[in-house]
């Protein structure tokens, strides 16, 4: 079943569509969009799909550039949700303001699929709603369903901020699960495939972003590839072009363990790759190190990318901060000038010898230079010339009074 954004409605009230019903909706919606923004896609569909749960389309650039929904405060996309879900006729939604995905309950006139030569599925439909509304009458809980009688189609509407998301949008979520596909190929090098494109996980710093062209993505994989890609016939198409990446190696493929998150069973495609990939595993043949091969790959796309310098400069700062850490902390200084909890004081004297001494720079080529003692003189003198009483002297006046 489709329809799982909307708990207030019973599951069986969004039922799967045959592909002619689908393709249906899908140039219907397609073209009431089509007046509200100059970008709208529908990813191309997984191969071999007998029916379908929802439409997914993806949109971008508003026709109207003026605020539509003045007053929609929060709004930053145009076209508001109100107004999406107007021109398509929901009766439903969950919106969404802004570039995310909002989602919307259009009903299903009666006697709609018989025109499409889908009659007697939609009057299974329509009955197997009513049996199960019929059973949770009465039930704890009815009143959070709403039970209206009526068959909706989910329709999700993704905002994009500019044509170059909405081609990185539509290409990943083309062919099913195909993005997901390609990611976990990735993942099995220590780098990370999303909509947003590739980067390289860099702990502690944030993940540096290698490419967001997806063609050139494709050719560090080396697959080759003209986007957007043609429709393939059979999933295996999909996955023997995917296999074709040099990257690909099945007597190292993995999609477990650390760094990859637990897939929703209803991603078929998803898991009838991860079952095909292992099974073509060679447990017999035994080759260069996991670990080494990672590194490989990952100091191949710094150069392929040319983001060494980037990377290295990164690792560069990291390596100041960890040794600065080491040598210049509060906790250290609170210490020295024997200041107890009085923080305030702490970072006066922070901020006078930074200032003095040239930042955090500084501090480390005075270290090189005089030696760690020096900083801790220097702390103390500082004290002393701000006018800090140490805590100990403040602890004996207290006392004394």
Known sequence: MGGKAFKNLQPSAFPRMPPAVYHDLKARIQTTLSKLYELVQVPIEAPEKRDYGD????????????????????????VSPDIVRAAIGARHSIPMAGYRTSNYAVPIPPGQWAALGCGSEEEECRLRLKMDLLTIKGE????????????????????????????????FNSHGDMGMILGVIIRNHGLHLGVHGLKMPDPPNTPLQLSDDFSEILRFMGIS????????????????????????????????????????????????????????SKANVKGADTNSKRQDVRSEALDFFNKREAFEARAAEQATRTRLRSVWSGHQVRDWA????????????????????????????????????????????????????????????????
């Open 55 to 78: 439409l997914d389309l993806i949109v971008a650039h508003p026709r109207q550039k003026e605020r539509l929904a003045a007053d929609d405060a929060n709004n930053t996309s145009d």
């Open 140 to 171: 704890e809980g009815e009143e959070e369903i709403e039970k209206d009688g009526e068959l909706y189609y989910q329709v999700d509407v993704h905002v994009c901020p500019d044509e170059a998301e909405w081609k990185r949008n539509v290409f």
């Open 225 to 280: 590839a003209t986007l957007p890609l043609s429709s393939f016939g059979t999933r295996q198409e999909v996955f023997d072009w995917i296999a074709g990446s040099r990257l690909f190696d099945p007597a190292r493929f993995r999609s477990t363990g650390t760094g990859f998150s637990k897939v929703k069973q209803e991603r078929a495609m998803y898991h009838d790759f991860v079952r095909w990939a292992e099974g073509r």
């Open 338 to 401: 024997n200041m107890g909890e009085y923080w305030k004081g702490v970072k006066l004297i922070m901020d006078a010898i930074r200032a003095e001494l040239g930042g955090d720079t500084g501090i480390l080529e005075a270290v090189d230079k005089e030696g760690a003692e020096f900083l801790r003189t220097k702390v103390i003198e500082t004290r002393d010339r701000l006018g800090l009483i140490p805590h100990s002297e403040v602890a004996v006046e207290a006392s004394s009074t």
